[in-house]
């Protein structure tokens, strides 16, 4: 069995620095931040990166879609509040500029822009001989959204009886591939490279418009980003107290991919369910008397319902 954490990315590890963090600023922990900039609004910010699905996409000499992976990382996040992205920066860091690089990078950030409809302001290039290997860049993206204080979405409204929707994935996006680098050889990874380098999936269109034609928090009342940790550490970010998201696994099939990893991993349903998005990328949690027009609206599937529960938690039956 290898595990996330056998590859070397310690989930739990991570949540007890989250958690210390915490302490300090009691009021970070959703998706993204945010700053109140009148009476009635808010910027939103949030900064991500790719991880090591860059390791692939340098394995490959293959570059002009890991910027829409990074544009999709931060964007995904902005939107989970009710909020529209409104600019984007971005940090590239180098052991040497490669112009070919660079340029296959930025055309991919520029395209992801223009998918979430949001302005690129600048960024950052360094050039770190000694901190990274001549052919070695690692990628920061950084996004600021608006939202109005009385369409802010943050799952307090959230009940029992509420319906859970899920929207379809477009593979690994850019979580998990620690792991993925771990159980395939490199050959291997070259063979997978069309799969294993599809780009994250952007949300912010379907989001937008189905924000403008049901009401934040009387109708729409969590949105989750499946992004690291999987079901269980991002879908709880959203739930009050005394409920549970509980989660028909039946309810849609995960992407091909995700049982070729967990056949060669050897793992448990919930560490692939708390490691990859298994072909569920944004989570809806909704008033349950629109439901079904909200899942045709987006093209989504109905994976869920929220129940009473003693232990808020995630549950996946």
């Not at 929207?167 to 771990?182: C, M, T, W």
């Not at 050889?185 to 418009?209: C, G």
Request: charged content about 25%.
């Amino acid at each position: 069995m290898i595990t996330y954490k056998k590859s070397g990315v310690d989930v739990d590890k991570a949540n007890r620095f989250v958690d210390w963090i915490k302490k300090k600023i009691p009021q970070i922990g959703f998706f993204s931040g945010f700053y109140e900039i009148e009476k009635n609004r808010y910027l939103v910010s949030t900064t991500d990166g790719v991880g090591t699905k860059l390791k692939i996409a340098q394995l490959i000499n293959k570059h002009d879609t890991i910027g829409i992976d990074l544009v999709a990382m931060n964007v995904n996040d902005i939107i989970t509040c009710g909020a529209k992205p409104l600019f984007f920066l971005d940090y590239i860091a180098c052991g040497k500029i490669n112009l070919n690089v660079l340029k296959q990078i930025m055309r991919g950030i520029i395209r992801g822009c223009d998918i979430a409809n949001c302005k690129i302001l600048g960024g950052e290039t360094a050039e770190m001989p000694g901190m990274y290997k001549v052919d070695e860049y690692d990628l920061a993206g950084f996004a600021c959204g608006i939202v109005d204080k009385d369409k802010l979405i943050k799952g307090k409204y959230i009940k029992e009886g509420d319906i859970i929707i899920g929207l379809s994935s477009s593979g690994l996006h850019s979580n998990g591939y620690s792991l993925v680098r771990k159980i395939f050889s490199k050959k291997e990874q070259i063979e997978l490279s069309e799969i294993l380098l599809k780009p994250t999936k952007i949300y912010v269109q379907e989001i937008n418009e189905l924000l403008k034609k049901f009401q934040p928090n009387k109708e729409v009342k969590g949105i989750v980003n499946i992004t690291g940790g999987g079901f269980y550490d991002n879908i709880i970010r959203v739930l009050p107290k005394n409920i549970k998201a509980q989660i028909n696994k039946s309810s849609f099939k995960p992407h091909e991919i995700f049982k070729v990893i967990q056949q060669k991993a050897k793992v448990s349903d919930k560490q692939m369910y708390r490691t990859f998005n298994m072909g569920i990328g944004m989570v809806l949690i909704v008033e349950e008397k629109i439901a079904e027009k909200i899942a045709k609206l987006l093209e989504g599937k109905i994976i869920g319902k929220i129940v009473y529960s003693k232990k808020t938690e995630v549950e996946l039956i």
